[in-house]
């Protein structure tokens, strides 16, 4: 846990980047904005830390927000969400593999240290098996770092730019904050529960599953106050920041070329995967896309949430990608 002064700097660079950015309308500001103001600090040697509390509550937050848009008609929409599911395995695996084959060839990365940074989303997973003997842990941590920090920025440009973000986000009148209060604390709890069981993402999907049931059943009505998305956008950005902390310039530039090339063939894939699988369901493609985006769930459903996408839909083809990595991951580093 950072010290008080270090972790005070750190939210007010996340506020003060997610302010600016939103005051100017950059696509899923608060998040975005937060990332690179504490990104960058980093990046200067500042010294940046996230209480892990804070970030946990932040990510619960997030998820409450993404269950407030959850309707009575979430199973039959899951049901037709089968072929969607089906083509998103197929891109985790072309990803993995695409980008396995770019650090082999390009960087001459070992079989280890390409697997593991191509692993698209499970940075944390990444990260400790190449801790453990694993590949190279410092190229393991730039890669994904890069990726996450890529994603995060490029993928609300990027939807922005096509024009396929929703120009109607229409989102529910906020609930009275007693009650907004109450779900955290509850929803704090069950994602204390359920990180012990090691799954991942366990804040965002406490909060996530229980304010969808809380809508879904009408016990509760409304979404969070418009300040408490806010934060838990900007710490959520403040909290991808510091992860960037450890880099230094000699691995920017061994590395950048070769992360370039392996963001741009994931780009790729997941467009492909994304438009086939949109043509298929008649889903909104740029709502697919975020879906299929190989980031950070907490990050990937904040980037769906600020554009009005299905959270249901989001949230569950990131957490069905991070089950199939779990199990594509061993098999693809057992391979030689």
Not at 84 to 102: M, N, P
Not at 157 to 163: C, D, I
Not at 315 to 331: K, Q, S
């Amino acid at each position: 846990m950072p010290d008080p002064r270090t972790l005070a700097m750190t939210c007010a660079l996340a506020i003060a980047g997610a302010l600016v950015a939103s005051v100017v309308s950059l696509p899923a500001g608060a998040l975005v904005g937060a990332c690179l103001a504490v990104a960058l600090a980093a990046a200067a040697g500042a010294p940046v830390g996230m209480d892990n509390r804070l970030r946990n509550a932040a990510f619960t937050t997030i998820g409450l927000s993404l269950g407030s848009s959850v309707g009575p008609d979430i199973l039959h929409q899951t049901g037709a969400w089968i072929g969607s599911l089906a083509l998103l395995l197929v891109s985790v695996a072309a990803t993995l593999g695409a980008g396995t084959f770019v650090l082999e060839r390009v960087v001459g990365a070992d079989r280890d240290t390409a697997v593991l940074s191509s692993s698209p989303g499970t940075m944390s997973v990444a990260v400790a098996m190449a801790v453990e003997g694993r590949g190279d842990a410092s190229t393991v941590l730039f890669m994904q770092s890069f990726r996450m920090l890529f994603l995060v920025t490029a993928v609300p440009l990027l939807v922005a730019a096509l024009g396929i973000a929703p120009s109607d986000v229409v989102r529910p009148p906020a609930m009275p904050l007693a009650w907004a209060l109450a779900m955290l604390a509850l929803a704090l709890l069950v994602g204390r529960a359920v990180e012990r069981r090691r799954l991942p993402a366990a804040y965002l999907l406490a909060g996530l599953v229980l304010s969808a049931l809380l809508h879904a059943t009408a016990v509760a009505d409304g979404s969070l106050p418009g300040w408490m998305i806010f934060l838990g956008f900007a710490v959520t950005g403040g909290t991808l920041g510091v992860r960037v902390r450890s880099l230094d310039l000699p691995s920017l530039a061994r590395l950048g070329l070769a992360g370039m090339v392996s963001m741009i063939s994931t780009v790729l894939i997941t467009l492909v995967c994304a438009g086939l699988a949109a043509s298929l369901t008649g889903l909104p493609f740029g709502q697919v896309w975020v879906a299929y985006a190989p980031g950070a769930v907490e990050a990937m459903a904040a980037i769906g949430s600020a554009f009005g996408y299905d959270p249901a839909y989001v949230a569950l083809h990131h957490v069905v990608r991070i089950f199939a990595l779990l199990a594509l991951v061993p098999l693809a580093l057992s391979r030689r």
